[in-house]
């Protein structure tokens, strides 16, 4: 390889490295206890006990800072060997999912409770059909993302609102959109169609579009997305979280090692500096 063509590829390696460095920390809480750093990277499977709630969640991204007239897109797929069909339809909801700011305190045992930030929950609904709602986490909130919020607003789908129950043992991919309008008002979406949409889920038998109407007193900044998985079942159960990267490049991304920069950038100026040394001497 020449010098020149040393050089252009370490620029290139460095130029890329926010675009591969997607590695997430994963965090869990079971609603007494957490248990910090048990998975990395873009997929991960965890396990949820009998009767339990767990909270699956990282905090080891770039903050979603939403400024005004911005949209972020979020995506990711859920699958689960239990927990999501035949649920409680009168008590519980089977999955939830939620964008929050940590208030900067993300150690120790009561770092939830000053959490801000919007929690959905695909409610499996009384009658079998499904939808999705949404609801406002406020702070000095109990130490738990299950709890603390406004009450649960449905979101709008439109005439395009027919959705059935999740089913265990099958992928589901959802898809966010964070809308911050020109006048500092949030909302998932600006309608339920399927290019401006808030939130859809694919892999139901028809794809379901939704959207929220916006909150002027919004949580504008994210750095802690949440997935909890409510497992009503009586034996354990996996469940498995895949972030799409492919969209998260470009929405945030996760921060790299700072060693892993510094020796790129080290190499792209070396690499620089030989070609720069070589061309003069020509
Ligand atoms: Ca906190
Ligand atoms: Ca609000």
Do not use: H
């Not at 007193?217 to 994210?222: E, G, M, Q, R």
């Not at 949440?226 to 921060?255: C, E, I, K, R």
Request: glycine share 10%; proline share 2%.
């Amino acid at each position: 390889m020449t010098l020149r063509r040393l050089a252009v590829a370490a620029v290139a390696l460095f130029a890329s490295a926010s675009c591969f460095a997607q590695t997430f920390l994963w965090n869990t809480y079971n609603e007494s206890s957490f248990s910090d750093a048990v998975a990395s990277g873009n997929s991960v499977t965890v396990t949820v006990a009998a009767n339990s709630r767990l909270t699956f969640f990282t905090t080891s991204f770039t903050p979603i800072a939403l400024t005004n007239g911005t949209t972020k897109m979020v995506n990711f797929t859920v699958a689960s060997t239990g927990g999501l069909t035949a649920a409680d339809t009168t008590t519980t909801r089977a999955l939830y999912a939620g964008f929050f700011n940590t208030a900067s305190t993300t150690s120790g045992a009561t770092r939830f409770a000053d959490d801000t930030g919007y929690l959905l929950r695909w409610n499996p609904g009384s009658t079998g059909n499904g939808y999705l709602e949404y609801q406002e986490r406020g702070s000095g909130a109990v130490n738990s993302l299950y709890n603390g919020y406004t009450a649960a607003t449905n979101f709008g789908v439109g005439s395009s609102g027919a959705a059935v129950e999740l089913l265990d043992n099958t992928s589901y991919t959802f898809s966010t959109r964070l809308v911050m309008s020109a006048g500092g008002a949030f909302s998932f979406g600006t309608s339920s169609n399927s290019t401006n949409y808030g939130a859809s889920i694919s892999g139901l038998p028809a794809t379901y579009y939704g959207y929220t109407n916006t909150d002027a007193t919004p949580v504008s900044s994210f750095d802690m997305f949440a997935v909890l998985l409510q497992n009503t079942t009586g034996s354990d159960v996996s469940f498995t979280l895949t972030m799409d990267t492919a969209t998260l490049v470009g929405s945030y991304s996760a921060v790299p090692e700072p060693s892993t920069y510094a020796a790129l950038a080290g190499l792209a100026a070396l690499g620089l500096v030989a070609w720069r040394r070589r061309r003069a001497t020509v």
